[in-house]
């Protein structure tokens, strides 16, 4: 396997040659924990973290179940796995900010900071962006990965590394509020129960929203969703012919107009919902992306100056997950519900019970 990143020969890592683990996608279903083989030193400005905690995102169930997520497709193994959280155990001579034995959280992309958007600060658009676990990008589901300084960001100690790990699917939702402009006078419809939609509901709720309506086809979730603070669900169908009653349930619940409508699935049903349900001169946030192409009724939305705002991503969010989490503000420990030891069974056991989705939320293992 070919290193994530090259470095420099000036840092020699006194364990560089230690056997090190990565849980590879090698193709449809087939996942193997094989040798990782990192970089024989450390950059200048990088640093060598033992991975504690990490996620299942839907993106990894996805390429391991189709190898491919749009324009990205896996052709060679691939280390999968972007929601992590570890030790530092080695710096480079120019890391200032991080020690070893520092718990950090880990931003898995790595722009290049010298594009037109990195230097206008929208450095989650970067065409050159470097992506844990995005083809041909490894991932971080392993026992050490090598990552930028910068891109490491220390946890406060009441913070836990599983917490750390949430870190990442959170700033989805801190993006898509901040995106949106949720705050006190902001009610907000949210499609979609699973763990985005969740993230999205906890920091619409920490942001101000005085009212959050959650939508989802699985009764389970809204349940989980009520739990976590949602004022009212609509149990909705994945069938067409059935919106326009649902439509009308959504609004009778919200009690008055809704502002923002965020669709954290990504169907043409559900985006439509969001268009027909919200206000004039409101918003509606494009968070999932589960259809590459839509037929959609957006002339009735721009005649009504509905604003439609795409989300891929996040930037600068983590010291904002950090403040969420360490104030008490966002509790995200209710979203972990299944965890993993780092062996070759339990991770396909993992991977399929993130999968087969009911109870599961957030899958994490702990290595």
Known sequence: MTPRMSTSKDHKSSTAEQVNRGAYICGVNDLRLEPYKLPESLGPQQVRVRIKAVGICGSDVHYLKHLKIGAYEVKKPMVIGHESAGVVEEVGKDVNHLVPGDRVALEPGIPCWKCSFCREGLYNLCPEMSFFATPPVHGSLADQVVHPAELCFKLPEKVSLEEGAMCEPLSVGVHTCRRANIGPETRVLIIGGGAIGLV????????????????????????????????????????????MKEIEEIKKKMGGPIDVSCDCVGTTKSLTTCLEVTRSAGRVCAVGMRETTMSLPITPAISREVDILGVFRYRNTYPVCLDLISSGRVDVKPLITNRYKFTEQDIKDAFEMSANGGNAIKVMFNL
């Open 200 to 243: 999205t509901l906890l920091v619409a709720r920490a942001f101000g929203s005085p009212r959050i309506i959650v939508a989802d086809t699985h009764a389970e979730r809204l349940s989980s969703a009520m739990e976590m603070g949602a004022d009212e669900t609509v149990l909705v169908s994945k069938k067409e012919e059935d919106m």
